[in-house]
């Protein structure tokens, strides 16, 4: 960065952008390369951290309000694992499980990991730490909401007759906390995992 190189974020190559420019290329793979994002950590603390407040009436106002002949009820999305709970429901249960409850709070706590040892300028287990980034990368892409709702909706109606199916406030907690984890995964720099080296380089040089 001091030298007006960029690094890319793929394969770590070094380039030099056409002059005045901020943003190019990589000559080897092609991928999009940039100088650090700006305000990463910043950002990415505002947003986890957003992330985590909305996670808690994600989980304690019901996700949907369904109608039948017996009455109208509401679910939280622990309430929907534990109804969808049977011999023939459990991979459904699972699925709900994993994917609104573990999935969502596996990311924040990874990021805030990241973020810490970041900010402490750790130098420990540096590829453990880029990998746990890709994968929260790649969790990310596919844990989105519809696919939840998708779920959790044919589940109910296998269960019962449903007369109306309504979201509840839990649902729109719910997707926020999805789309904030993401904005947050994509803010965070992963370059910043070894910045903390590049300086000890230059102190010692
Ligand atoms: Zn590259």
């Not at 940039?34 to 009436?57: D, G, H, M, N």
Request: net charge neutral; with cysteine; hydrophobic share 45%.
């Amino acid at each position: 960065m001091q030298r007006g190189l960029q690094s890319c974020e793929t394969c770590e190559l070094l380039s030099q952008p056409v002059d005045g420019a901020t943003s190019g290329r990589c000559p080897r793979c092609g991928q999009p390369v940039e100088f650090r994002k700006a305000r990463s950590l910043q950002r990415t603390w505002a947003l986890i951290l957003a992330a985590a407040i909305c996670y808690v009436p994600a989980n304690l106002f019901p996700v949907l309000s369904t109608v039948t002949i017996e009455g109208a009820e509401s679910d939280t999305i622990m309430g929907g694992v534990v109804l969808l709970w049977s011999p023939s429901g459990w991979p459904l249960s699972l699925i709900v499980l994993v994917a609104s409850i573990m999935i969502p709070c596996g990311k924040i706590v990874a990021l805030i990991h990241l973020l810490l040892s970041v900010q402490r300028g750790s130098i420990k287990n540096r590829e453990e730490r880029v990998r746990l980034y890709r994968l929260v990368e790649v969790i990310g892409r596919w844990s989105m909401v519809d696919v939840f709702v998708d779920t959790f909706t044919v589940a109910l109606v296998q269960l019962q007759p449903l007369m109306s199916v309504e979201p509840g406030p839990g649902l729109f907690f719910f997707a926020t906390v999805v789309v904030l984890t993401m904005l947050a995964v994509a803010s965070f720099d992963p370059r910043l995992i070894w910045d903390s080296n590049n300086q000890k380089e230059v102190r010692h040089a």
